[in-house]
């Protein structure tokens, strides 16, 4: 087994995650099924570290497994309200089937985009994986209303960018470094955010005239 | 010789289908801490069946009693070219192929969903219509499955596909091959009619397959249940033989092979009712609605596999 | 002297701790005072040469942006004293309102002085990461769903300039700004790095596929953010657009970059018509200033030079806008157009501002945009025809009459009584007015910053 179809067996996991992650409508599987692609591509990193002899795989699938196999979704899951197992996505904009496979067009439209724009450059087919797994992941954004799906897909996409890295010379640990430093902000910063969606009794203005639910300000 | 294995096979088809059926119910209750019937039950069920007398609604047409033993004889065409015994053709085996073989099988649904409307029974039309709607969106799937496996082996044919991976590794443990039968284990939830789909209580309001034979009684009961398990039979042999274990299957005529290979088969079913019955046990049945997700899934598998062979086969370099 | 480099950064950053002291008022004074110095320490920087080294890459172009931040942020930090007396509902305290503002700047500045194009990518993440709150302080529903939108819209796009990233490094392998400008030839893979990387930070700029987060946030942001936002936040994600076209000056590149501005423009300037709301407007408006400077960029040779006075212009005109927004905001309650009149009457100062600063950020004669649009037209006659030209300047004619016609509604109108405190106070507007109005006459000192730097 080679590195090779090791990276094409993580990368079509995570395809298959994030259809599942589609499917699912309650919001803490989707967290749960995030944790398990990160603890994958950071297993997957920390192996590939370990066979190649780099420390510095070996730092950035620990770092992985840290920050975004279990940081992220406990914290992702503490800031759903009470009744965690309970939350929901009460709307969606689409049905869950034409969601699902709409997620599959994108992994394809991925596909034959990367084929023909970026093959060429790139030199390794394998690299259509990661770009299907960051459509998936935008999809996932534009797909659902609830936040914190919303940011769990924008975390897929990292994830894919992680992924599309790793057929590249390693970028500097210092950039590295800094992407998941932003990466936690975002989650931090979102993780208020959400809060304040979720709760919106009890800290909006009594006398808004604005009807709530009512977003058609924020239109065009 | 061929024409002898036919017939062996054609028999352990017909006998030890009913036989699978048992089981599974009673290792699902044995999983309940119950007792559970005999293993024996269906073919109890079936010979009590045959000794009583046929009721036909008066508004049927001729069609509704020429229907059982149509689909009866279109399983006992599939089990004549399927690799169940042997992985190698048998006298009737260069009939069909994959293909051929999924439009048999989806003949039979036909013909079972055309008498289903003619017996004018409401639940029967109810259950029409949803086997229907499921079966349009699971056949292309299985017809995807298809093309895939096609893919793997340059064949259709169920024998060739099977040589293909028993012989070669590489297939066997590539991706392409691992999403086609998680794909194909799916659709068989659904053609077997298992549990996120379909559950056996006597509901009607969950009811698909079921309640399509309704109507039916006597003889003709019986013919519908016992093609019903060699349906079952037949796809899970399918499931089993060619996709997920495809082992052992003797692929030249060697007597003690031939002799054991029967037992093994039946391990394999075992394995796979085992499977069935902690299904059956653990999750809990979709909304109809909900199938239509659960079916888009199973597609997506399916396509899946042709994205891997896709962005595998050209390799490239890596680094 | 190499440290002189890093004042702007750390003084602002030691203005935002220090606001953590929890002493009444403190904050404003720290704020006040670091941004007083942030604006010394770059004017310092501009008379010194260019620095390369320890991480820095600062050029003309950067002096010029962070004189452009520190002049805004002392702007910003004098409004916002008064400004935030006005939000009742506040998210949060005064002195964590000046963090996040000092941090938002911080960030800023670190983006344009920095020499790694991963690090770029960095400061401009952390711009989302310290000014998403901001947006927020004004606690309601419709200003929280805005965040989200900033939030998820924002990080989504600077994805893809991350992949522009790693396409960059794939190409070069060195993600140094200083070794990138110098080296060799452009090889296809990094064209394919600068075109996501456009896409990818035009979203933080407001450029045309994913630009729908930008009216929301002006909209609900307090009037010193959305001022902040418009004015520096989006020149800073051009400014990373502009190292991508350098580093990459292919004709490819450079269509693309044309293509985005040119239907940013459109759609911005179409959009302009359908808006009920003065905030809205003007974002739109920022749209639109933004899809010209890219074209300016992507065109290169005095279209840059152009894009730069209208970007400096802008800065200082929107800024004078938006906080004059929060003056009406304040006097009259409400965000929507109609049912704001005759400010010129109970207002003034802030009427007669508003409408000069209408005027300035469409592009009208006196001012620096008019000069900035005349030089990227010229040089876009010269590259695409007559044709092409003639349509973007219609659709900028559009986007003026839109714009004005309804600042003058709003201006100059039957009077009725505001329902909010009236608050004529426009002495910062005014100043950022005055300096929107003087960059005509910078603009040989523009030219001069410029001259290393134009892209060719």
Same mark, same amino acid.
């Given at each position: 087994?080679?590195?090779?179809?090791?990276?094409?067996?993580?990368?079509?996991?995570?395809?298959?995650?994030?259809?599942?992650?589609?499917?699912?409508?309650?919001?803490?599987?989707?967290?749960?099924?995030?944790?398990?692609?990160?603890?994958?591509?950071?297993?997957?990193?920390?192996?590939?570290?370990?066979?190649?002899?780099?420390?510095?795989?070996?730092?950035?699938?620990?770092?992985?497994?840290?920050?975004?196999?279990?940081?992220?979704?406990?914290?992702?899951?503490?800031?759903?309200?009470?009744?965690?197992?309970?939350?929901?996505?009460?709307?969606?904009?689409?049905?869950?089937?034409?969601?699902?496979?709409?997620?599959?067009?994108?992994?394809?439209?991925?596909?034959?985009?990367?084929?023909?724009?970026?093959?060429?450059?790139?030199?390794?087919?394998?690299?259509?994986?990661?770009?299907?797994?960051?459509?998936?992941?935008?999809?996932?954004?534009?797909?659902?209303?609830?936040?914190?799906?919303?940011?769990?897909?924008?975390?897929?996409?990292?994830?894919?960018?992680?992924?599309?890295?790793?057929?590249?010379?390693?970028?500097?640990?210092?950039?590295?470094?800094?992407?998941?430093?932003?990466?936690?902000?975002?989650?931090?910063?979102?993780?208020?955010?959400?809060?304040?969606?979720?709760?919106?009794?009890?800290?909006?203005?009594?006398?808004?005239?604005?009807?709530?639910?009512?977003?058609?300000?924020?239109?065009? | 010789?061929?024409?002898?294995?036919?017939?062996?096979?054609?028999?352990?088809?017909?006998?030890?289908?009913?036989?699978?059926?048992?089981?599974?119910?009673?290792?699902?209750?044995?999983?309940?801490?119950?007792?559970?019937?005999?293993?024996?039950?269906?073919?109890?069920?079936?010979?009590?069946?045959?000794?009583?007398?046929?009721?036909?609604?008066?508004?049927?047409?001729?069609?509704?009693?020429?229907?059982?033993?149509?689909?009866?004889?279109?399983?006992?065409?599939?089990?004549?070219?399927?690799?169940?015994?042997?992985?190698?053709?048998?006298?009737?085996?260069?009939?069909?192929?994959?293909?051929?073989?999924?439009?048999?099988?989806?003949?039979?649904?036909?013909?079972?969903?055309?008498?289903?409307?003619?017996?004018?029974?409401?639940?029967?039309?109810?259950?029409?219509?949803?086997?229907?709607?499921?079966?349009?969106?699971?056949?292309?799937?299985?017809?995807?499955?298809?093309?895939?496996?096609?893919?793997?082996?340059?064949?259709?044919?169920?024998?060739?596909?099977?040589?293909?991976?028993?012989?070669?590794?590489?297939?066997?443990?590539?991706?392409?091959?691992?999403?086609?039968?998680?794909?194909?284990?799916?659709?068989?939830?659904?053609?077997?009619?298992?549990?996120?789909?379909?559950?056996?209580?006597?509901?009607?309001?969950?009811?698909?397959?079921?309640?399509?034979?309704?109507?039916?009684?006597?003889?003709?009961?019986?013919?519908?249940?016992?093609?019903?398990?060699?349906?079952?039979?037949?796809?899970?042999?399918?499931?089993?033989?060619?996709?997920?274990?495809?082992?052992?299957?003797?692929?030249?005529?060697?007597?003690?092979?031939?002799?054991?290979?029967?037992?093994?088969?039946?391990?394999?079913?075992?394995?796979?009712?085992?499977?069935?019955?902690?299904?059956?046990?653990?999750?809990?049945?979709?909304?109809?609605?909900?199938?239509?997700?659960?079916?888009?899934?199973?597609?997506?598998?399916?396509?899946?596999?042709?994205?891997?062979?896709?962005?595998?086969?050209?390799?490239?370099?890596?680094? | 002297?190499?440290?002189?480099?890093?004042?702007?950064?750390?003084?602002?950053?030691?203005?935002?701790?220090?606001?953590?002291?929890?002493?009444?008022?403190?904050?404003?004074?720290?704020?006040?005072?670091?941004?007083?110095?942030?604006?010394?320490?770059?004017?310092?920087?501009?008379?010194?040469?260019?620095?390369?080294?320890?991480?820095?890459?600062?050029?003309?172009?950067?002096?010029?942006?962070?004189?452009?931040?520190?002049?805004?942020?002392?702007?910003?930090?004098?409004?916002?004293?008064?400004?935030?007396?006005?939000?009742?509902?506040?998210?949060?305290?005064?002195?964590?309102?000046?963090?996040?503002?000092?941090?938002?700047?911080?960030?800023?500045?670190?983006?344009?002085?920095?020499?790694?194009?991963?690090?770029?990518?960095?400061?401009?993440?952390?711009?989302?990461?310290?000014?998403?709150?901001?947006?927020?302080?004004?606690?309601?529903?419709?200003?929280?769903?805005?965040?989200?939108?900033?939030?998820?819209?924002?990080?989504?796009?600077?994805?893809?300039?991350?992949?522009?990233?790693?396409?960059?490094?794939?190409?070069?392998?060195?993600?140094?700004?200083?070794?990138?400008?110098?080296?060799?030839?452009?090889?296809?893979?990094?064209?394919?790095?600068?075109?996501?990387?456009?896409?990818?930070?035009?979203?933080?700029?407001?450029?045309?596929?994913?630009?729908?987060?930008?009216?929301?946030?002006?909209?609900?942001?307090?009037?010193?953010?959305?001022?902040?936002?418009?004015?520096?936040?989006?020149?800073?994600?051009?400014?990373?657009?502009?190292?991508?076209?350098?580093?990459?000056?292919?004709?490819?590149?450079?269509?693309?970059?044309?293509?985005?501005?040119?239907?940013?423009?459109?759609?911005?300037?179409?959009?302009?018509?359908?808006?009920?709301?003065?905030?809205?407007?003007?974002?739109?408006?920022?749209?639109?200033?933004?899809?010209?400077?890219?074209?300016?960029?992507?065109?290169?040779?005095?279209?840059? #030079?152009?894009? &730069? %006075?209208?970007?400096?212009?802008?800065?200082?005109?929107?800024?004078?806008? =938006? @906080? /004059?927004? $929060?003056?009406?905001?304040?006097?009259?309650?409400?965000?929507?157009?109609?049912?704001?009149?005759?400010?010129?009457?109970?207002?003034?100062?802030?009427?007669?501002?508003?409408?000069?600063?209408?005027?300035?950020?469409?592009?009208?004669?006196?001012?620096?945009?008019?000069?900035?649009?005349?030089?990227?037209?010229?040089?876009?006659?010269?590259?695409?025809?007559?044709?092409?030209?003639?349509?973007?300047?219609?659709?900028?004619?559009?986007?003026?009459?839109?714009?004005?016609?309804?600042?003058?509604?709003?201006?100059?109108?039957?009077?009725?009584?505001?329902?909010?405190?009236?608050?004529?106070?426009?002495?910062?507007?005014? #100043?950022?007015? &005055? %300096?929107?109005?003087?960059?005509?006459?910078?603009?040989?000192?523009?030219? =001069? @910053? /410029?001259? $290393?730097?134009?892209?060719?």
């Amino acid at each position: 087994m080679t590195l090779n179809s090791i990276f094409v067996l993580v990368g079509f996991i995570q395809i298959a995650l994030v259809t599942f992650m589609q499917w699912q409508t309650y919001i803490s599987s989707v967290i749960k099924t995030f944790s398990i692609g990160s603890y994958v591509l950071a297993a997957f990193l920390l192996a590939a570290g370990y066979v190649g002899h780099e420390p510095y795989l070996i730092a950035l699938g620990g770092l992985t497994a840290v920050i975004r196999a279990w940081f992220i979704p406990s914290f992702l899951s503490r800031m759903l309200r009470r009744d965690r197992w309970r939350a929901r996505e009460i709307k969606p904009v689409l049905g869950i089937a034409s969601t699902i496979i709409l997620s599959l067009l994108f992994a394809v439209f991925g596909y034959v985009i990367y084929a023909w724009t970026m093959y060429d450059y790139v030199h390794s087919a394998l690299g259509a994986i990661p770009v299907a797994l960051f459509l998936q992941g935008a999809f996932l954004i534009i797909s659902r209303r609830t936040p914190t799906t919303q940011l769990i897909g924008y975390l897929v996409m990292e994830n894919a960018l992680y992924l599309f890295g790793f057929l590249f010379p390693e970028l500097p640990f210092v950039v590295e470094a800094g992407v998941v430093l932003d990466v936690i902000g975002t989650i931090m910063i979102s993780g208020v955010i959400v809060r304040l969606k979720e709760e919106p009794a009890q800290n909006a203005d009594v006398d808004d005239s604005t009807p709530r639910e009512d977003f058609t300000e924020l239109r065009g | 010789m061929l024409l002898a294995l036919s017939l062996l096979q054609l028999l352990y088809v017909l006998l030890l289908a009913p036989l699978a059926a048992g089981i599974l119910v009673k290792i699902e209750e044995v999983l309940e801490s119950k007792k559970g019937p005999s293993v024996f039950q269906p073919y109890y069920d079936l010979a009590k069946l045959f000794r009583k007398e046929s009721l036909v609604p008066t508004v049927a047409s001729p069609f509704f009693m020429v229907a059982p033993y149509l689909t009866f004889a279109f399983y006992l065409l599939l089990t004549l070219v399927l690799p169940i015994i042997t992985a190698f053709p048998l006298t009737f085996g260069p009939v069909v192929d994959f293909i051929g073989g999924g439009l048999v099988f989806g003949a039979a649904a036909t013909v079972k969903k055309l008498a289903a409307i003619d017996s004018r029974n409401n639940y029967s039309h109810l259950g029409t219509s949803r086997a229907a709607s499921v079966g349009a969106l699971s056949e292309p799937i299985m017809l995807l499955i298809f093309i895939m496996l096609g893919v793997i082996s340059q064949t259709n044919n169920p024998y060739v596909i099977n040589n293909v991976l028993q012989t070669s590794g590489a297939w066997y443990g590539s991706l392409v091959h691992w999403f086609v039968t998680i794909a194909f284990f799916m659709v068989l939830i659904v053609e077997t009619g298992k549990l996120p789909i379909e559950s056996h209580t006597m509901g009607e309001l969950g009811m698909i397959d079921q309640s399509m034979e309704m109507e039916y009684s006597g003889r003709e009961l019986a013919l519908y249940k016992w093609g019903g398990y060699m349906k079952h039979f037949l796809l899970m042999n399918v499931f089993m033989n060619v996709l997920a274990v495809p082992f052992l299957v003797p692929m030249t005529p060697s007597t003690t092979a031939l002799l054991v290979y029967p037992v093994i088969n039946f391990i394999k079913i075992l394995a796979l009712l085992i499977v069935f019955a902690l299904l059956n046990e653990s999750v809990s049945k979709y909304r109809l609605f909900r199938i239509f997700d659960y079916v888009s899934v199973t597609f997506v598998f399916a396509f899946l596999a042709a994205l891997v062979f896709f962005t595998t086969r050209t390799g490239g370099g890596f680094r | 002297m190499i440290w002189i480099y890093y004042l702007p950064v750390v003084l602002s950053g030691i203005g935002g701790l220090l606001c953590l002291v929890p002493r009444t008022r403190f904050e404003e004074d720290v704020s006040i005072i670091a941004s007083f110095a942030a604006l010394a320490s770059s004017i310092l920087i501009a008379f010194l040469p260019n620095a390369t080294s320890f991480g820095l890459y600062v050029d003309g172009f950067s002096k010029l942006m962070q004189i452009m931040i520190s002049a805004v942020y002392v702007l910003t930090v004098i409004f916002s004293i008064h400004y935030l007396e006005h939000i009742e509902n506040k998210l949060f305290q005064a002195n964590l309102y000046f963090l996040l503002l000092n941090l938002f700047v911080v960030s800023m500045f670190f983006t344009v002085m920095v020499d790694n194009v991963g690090l770029l990518w960095v400061g401009v993440e952390a711009t989302t990461v310290t000014s998403a709150l901001l947006i927020a302080t004004d606690n309601n529903e419709l200003a929280v769903e805005a965040t989200w939108r900033y939030i998820i819209i924002v990080s989504t796009g600077l994805t893809i300039s991350l992949l522009a990233t790693i396409f960059i490094y794939g190409g070069f392998h060195t993600l140094s700004l200083d070794a990138l400008l110098r080296a060799p030839q452009a090889t296809k893979i990094v064209s394919v790095g600068a075109l996501l990387g456009i896409i990818g930070y035009g979203t933080k700029g407001g450029i045309f596929p994913m630009h729908t987060w930008l009216p929301d946030a002006h909209g609900r942001a307090p009037a010193p953010i959305s001022a902040m936002f418009s004015a520096i936040l989006l020149p800073v994600a051009l400014y990373t657009i502009v190292r991508f076209v350098q580093i990459v000056p292919m004709q490819s590149v450079r269509n693309f970059a044309v293509v985005l501005g040119s239907l940013s423009v459109i759609v911005a300037s179409l959009m302009t018509f359908s808006q009920r709301q003065y905030k809205r407007m003007f974002a739109y408006s920022s749209i639109e200033n933004m899809g010209v400077a890219l074209i300016g960029i992507a065109l290169g040779g005095n279209a840059f #030079i152009g894009s &730069v %006075i209208i970007i400096l212009t802008h800065a200082f005109a929107k800024s004078a806008a =938006f @906080f /004059l927004t $929060g003056n009406i905001l304040a006097a009259y309650r409400t965000n929507t157009i109609k049912d704001v009149k005759a400010v010129s009457r109970t207002m003034p100062l802030t009427g007669y501002s508003l409408f000069f600063a209408g005027l300035a950020v469409t592009g009208a004669p006196p001012f620096g945009t008019f000069f900035g649009e005349i030089l990227i037209m010229t040089r876009m006659l010269q590259v695409y025809g007559v044709w092409f030209t003639l349509v973007i300047a219609s659709f900028l004619v559009v986007a003026f009459v839109g714009l004005n016609y309804r600042v003058i509604r709003m201006v100059f109108s039957e009077p009725v009584e505001p329902s909010g405190k009236m608050d004529d106070n426009a002495t910062v507007p005014i #100043i950022s007015l &005055v %300096i929107a109005f003087s960059m005509v006459f910078l603009t040989p000192v523009v030219y =001069f @910053f /410029l001259k $290393g730097v134009v892209v060719r």
